[in-house]
């Protein structure tokens, strides 16, 4: 399918043969269907079985990319590598979300994960229609690039202000979410989970576990952050099958990481400062491309440019939280030792 091509390298074609996309495809089903078999019997997941698995599926977009590179060259390499990079951490900000839903329902730790792979099946399956339709609008006209690149800015923006205004999700009550309040509504619930089961028969009527209720409130945080992603990512590459793989790569690991990162996502506290300023970082290099399309002097940015961005973006947030909590954890320390001096 060729497509409207991105910032720095206009003009070219989709490297997704149709037989790709089918071994592509394939392969993926076949780790949601492992990750299933998986997380069929219900089980605590240790430390040493996240990591191990969160080590496999970091591994497998890096031989990806590097098999991109010998069959393909350089371009869609490190376009795939950024994209990549992009997806993951806008990910992460899914687990942190996906981490307070799990908490307000209180869902038990033996099924954590599989409420987890829910969530990113759902999710692949949103994305691939997003990328469906981001391609369709690409090959429509260059004013789609403009489109994505005001979406990723208001994206930003908005990110921005819930952060300074304290209104992001986490003060949210999430059983008082639209769709929870609707299956209520039409459906009775149980009181209490039944395993990994999400419907049971109880007095003589199908009824819902709080599990169906869980899985259709991560549906709906799918839904939104498709909506940013999906942008994203095609301010890195507008290839539709290297945005497809990055969302694919980035999600199924999702599972894994969760619990590797479990205690570590609340002490990034500028997560969303630094989500905010990549989004709107690759806003405006899809407006510049919109912009050259029309003014050719205007200025671009090459992939190799914003991949080393997003990196030093990255690696900033990651520094300043750090150095935040560990000041915050030492001032908690100085206070406890002054009161039991005063004692």
Do not use: C
């Amino acid at each position: 399918m060729s497509v409207a091509a991105p910032a720095d390298s206009a003009g070219s074609s989709s490297i997704g043969s149709p037989w790709l996309w089918v071994a592509s495809i394939a392969v993926i089903l076949g780790l949601l269907v492992t990750d299933f078999a998986v997380t069929r019997r219900p089980h605590e997941v240790s430390i040493r079985e996240a990591i191990g698995w969160s080590v496999f599926y970091l591994t497998l977009p890096v031989l990806f990319g590097i098999w991109l590179w010998a069959v393909f060259d350089s371009g869609p390499a490190l376009e795939f590598i950024t994209g990549f990079v992009v997806e993951k951490s806008l990910s992460v900000d899914n687990l942190f979300v996906f981490m307070l839903i799990l908490a307000g329902f209180a869902v038990p730790s033996p099924i954590q994960q599989r409420v987890l792979l829910y969530g990113i099946a759902g999710a692949l399956v949103l994305r691939g229609i997003f990328i469906a339709a981001g391609a369709a609008l690409l090959q429509a006209g260059t004013w789609a690039f403009l489109l994505f690149g005001l979406i990723l800015l208001v994206s930003a923006g908005k990110i921005l202000h819930e952060v300074h205004t304290g209104s992001a999700f986490a003060g949210r009550d999430v059983s008082q979410m639209r769709i929870v309040r609707l299956l209520r509504r039409f459906m009775p619930v149980t009181d209490d989970y039944r395993g990994t089961r999400l419907t049971v028969r109880e007095h003589g009527r199908r009824a819902l576990t709080p599990l169906a209720v869980v899985v259709a409130a991560v549906f709906v945080t799918d839904v939104v952050f498709a909506v940013d992603s999906v942008p994203a990512v095609y301010g890195i590459t507008a290839d539709p099958y290297l945005v497809f793989a990055t969302n694919a790569f980035a999600l199924l690991g999702l599972r894994a990481l969760y619990f590797v990162l479990h205690t570590t996502l609340a002490k990034l506290v500028y997560l969303n400062h630094g989500l905010a300023v990549i989004l709107a970082f690759i806003g405006l290099k899809l407006v510049l491309h919109w912009a050259h399309g029309i003014w050719p002097a205007t200025p671009q940015i090459p992939t190799p440019v914003s991949l080393a961005v997003i990196v030093a973006i990255l690696a900033v947030v990651i520094a300043a939280s750090l150095r935040t909590r560990r000041r915050a954890e030492q001032h908690v320390i100085e206070a406890e030792q002054h009161v039991i001096e005063k004692d």
